[in-house]
């Protein structure tokens, strides 16, 4: 795949902001070992690639997909020196076939996927993920895409908007909010995400600062979250890619090999829990983990992003190359 110009940033350029999550225990799930083919779905900026890839020796193999080319970039250059075979592409991971199949794979041993994206992603103002700092409503991951989420927010039709912030945001007031935004797109174009956050926020009921909220049990979210997040969803496709590879997975990986996957909200590890129960109760697969690996208290502090990780793995049934290892709770 032709990849567009992009500006790479400095090969080491503060990668404390953009620790992978859950490496320890991705790592045990995954027990990689010298010679296996591991395909990384989410290779991001190559933070688990670089945990995973020495293990690898010799004769590893190390494939990883990435929607943003520019964090393939940066993980390409990240692990120009791996020791062992790395082939990076800029792919959805909804084609991990025809990648592995381009590549003469007919199967990985290991396989993972990390749903979340990078903190450059998000802080980056122009990418329009965020409403901390105001910026264009873009949200894509993938630059290439046509659609933005300017796109859904100025095209779609009321009842169609407020199906895609109530199905991907599990948003109660999806109906209001959606309202709202046919009310101002009337008047001018809504292009900022300070516009559209701030829309938001005003469908929703002013809450004192003296709330019950504010004394212990944790900070608000902002009104604008669950809309935000929708509209991500929905922009880059998230879910359907989800589920096409959560159905690949058994044409992707080689028997007796492991699928790990890490999600961040209820409606990914919704559709990853119920997947990896069928594979189980139709004899393809077995369930490593009977309930999902969060982080400990330690990452947590140490890496917020941490807080909402989920991770949850399977072995294909078949004859594996080394010691079975039974379920754990997490």
Request: proline residues 7%; glycine residues 8%; positive net charge.
């Amino acid at each position: 795949m032709v990849e567009p110009n992009i500006n790479l940033p400095e090969r080491d350029a503060d990668d404390s902001r953009h620790d992978p999550v859950l490496v320890e225990p991705v790592l045990a799930m995954l027990d990689p070992r010298g010679g296996q083919t591991c395909l990384d779905c989410t290779v991001g900026r190559g933070g688990h690639a670089v945990a995973i890839s020495p293990k690898l020796v010799p004769d590893g193999r190390y494939i990883g997909l990435d929607v943003d080319p520019a964090n393939v970039a940066f993980a390409r250059q990240r692990l120009a020196d791996a020791p062992i075979d790395v082939h990076l592409e800029h792919a959805n991971f909804s084609i991990a076939g025809e990648v592995l199949a381009s590549l003469n794979v007919s199967g990985v041993d290991l396989l993972l996927a990390d749903l979340g994206f990078a903190s450059n992603q998000m802080d980056d103002p122009s990418r329009g993920f965020s409403f901390q700092a105001d910026g264009p409503l873009d949200m894509r991951l993938d630059p290439t895409l046509m659609t933005t989420a300017a796109d859904l927010v100025n095209r779609l039709p009321e009842p169609d908007l407020a199906d895609v912030i109530y199905r991907y945001g599990e948003e109660r007031l999806s109906r209001r909010i959606a309202r709202k935004i046919i009310e101002r797109r009337k008047q001018s174009p809504i292009k900022q995400t300070g516009e559209l956050a701030e829309l938001v926020r005003r469908c929703y009921p002013r809450v004192p600062r003296s709330s019950s909220r504010s004394k212990g049990r944790g900070k608000r979210i902002d009104p604008a979250t669950r809309t935000f997040m929708a509209l991500r969803i929905a922009v880059n496709g998230e879910l359907e890619a989800l589920e096409g590879l959560l159905s690949a997975i058994p044409h992707l990986v080689s028997p007796g090999g492991v699928a790990a996957i890490i999600s961040f909200h209820s409606l990914e590890d919704r559709l990853v829990k119920r997947a990896f129960l069928a594979l189980q109760q139709s004899g393809r697969a077995r369930r490593l983990t009977t309930k999902p690996i969060v982080a400990d208290d330690a990452e947590r502090h140490r890496n917020p992003r941490s807080r909402s990780a989920k991770l949850r793995a399977i072995r294909m049934v078949g004859h594996d190359k080394g010691n079975e290892k039974g379920e754990t709770g997490g």
